[in-house]
């Protein structure tokens, strides 16, 4: 069935919003999995390499807090093929590095405009009809969470056909095409913000403060990020040892039923439409939450822990439309920079969850590991179940009206 798109944002762009969108995420991981074959390249320990490695992780961050806001004050088309052709650059210039202080600061580049992914769902988010909003979003959603799992799975393909150096060529020439599309594409509505951007930089952790909408969805998301990340971290690592032993190839293959769980969010955006947010929410964490318990027991059975892991990513995918689609909602005429907060917050959330997720596996074993995920998807549902609906409170509607006069 086709789904109906509103008459700004057509089916064949919110197509391309998501590819870019999948694309510019994913430019981040492919060196990951090949960090032994670059530190040989470059002769540094691993250790080091990894360092490196994570400026990828502090740039997206800077670029969630300094470039997805510009999409709501200038031209989105221009934006993101700026941001797109300096993606290239910068993944183009990793292919030529020579010491570990130069990977280090082209992949905090590349990490900063990986971003760009944030900056389409706002623009996605802004452009769309509010009752299409969470359809459209669950789309280039779809794109992003595609772009976190396959950067790996491709990127380890590459690098063990052509190498690291070939591999950063490759993606680069990809997002080259694509800022050339951007232009073509991307719609050219510029936002009705009127706050310069400096302005608009400094008012972001403000947000927090005066929206309780943007704080509850913000605190849940972070709590269901830690949890994805820290089961994604874990797995591998328990599965790398014994009594499994697998190769990182056949591990990567793991991350293909993650993959099918996408199919859920364009299903989520269209029942999210259709009965709200909470609800969906709702439903996607007590899926990931059941999904996790099973795996936490039945990591022997290979059959059990792929059904285990699509289920868990289609209910956190799903939770993650419905969730951002109440965030995009809180400012419709200018979503960028409650997107931006949204984010940041959620993006420390996984942070966290990377770093707990590999060493507890290490440590206390994968059955604590899981359950500690439980109890942070359980915490979201909490906070989700307990959540006021119907009219907002008297504060929070002063604040926005006095947010907005000063605009």
Sequence with gaps: MRIP????????????????????TSAVYPLQPAIAEVAESLGAPISVVGIALACGSVGYMAGLALLV??????????VLA?????LAGALAAGAAVTTVVSLALVVGVIGACSSVGAGVSSVAGRLALPGRRAVVLGMVTAGISAGILAGRIVGGWLVDE??????????????????????????????????GYLATVRSLPGLLVRYAALRRAALRGALWFFAFCAVWAGIAVALSAPPFSYSAERIGLYALAGLSGMLATRVAGQWTDRVGARRVILLGLVLAGVATAVVGFGLTDTAVTLICLAVFDAGLFA?????QSTVLAIDSAAPARFNSVYMLVYFVGGSLGTAFGAAAVEWFG?????????????LAAALTGTEMTGRRSYAESVSEAIERKGR
């Design 69 to 78: 806001p510009l999409v709501d004050r200038f031209a989105p088309h221009r």
């Design 162 to 195: 052509l190498g690291w150096r070939v591999t950063q060529l490759v993606f680069a020439a990809a997002c080259g095409l694509v800022a050339v599309c951007c232009l073509v594409v991307m719609p050219m509505e510029r936002g009705t913000a009127e706050r």
């Design 366 to 378: 994968w059955l604590f590991t899981t359950m500690v995920a439980v109890t942070a998807i359980a």
């Design 319 to 323: 939770a993650q439309v419905a969730n």
């Design 82 to 86: 700026a941001q797109f052709a300096v």
């Design 5 to 24: 798109f509103p008459a700004g944002l057509s089916g064949p762009v919110v197509l391309f919003m998501s590819l870019a969108a999948g694309l510019g």
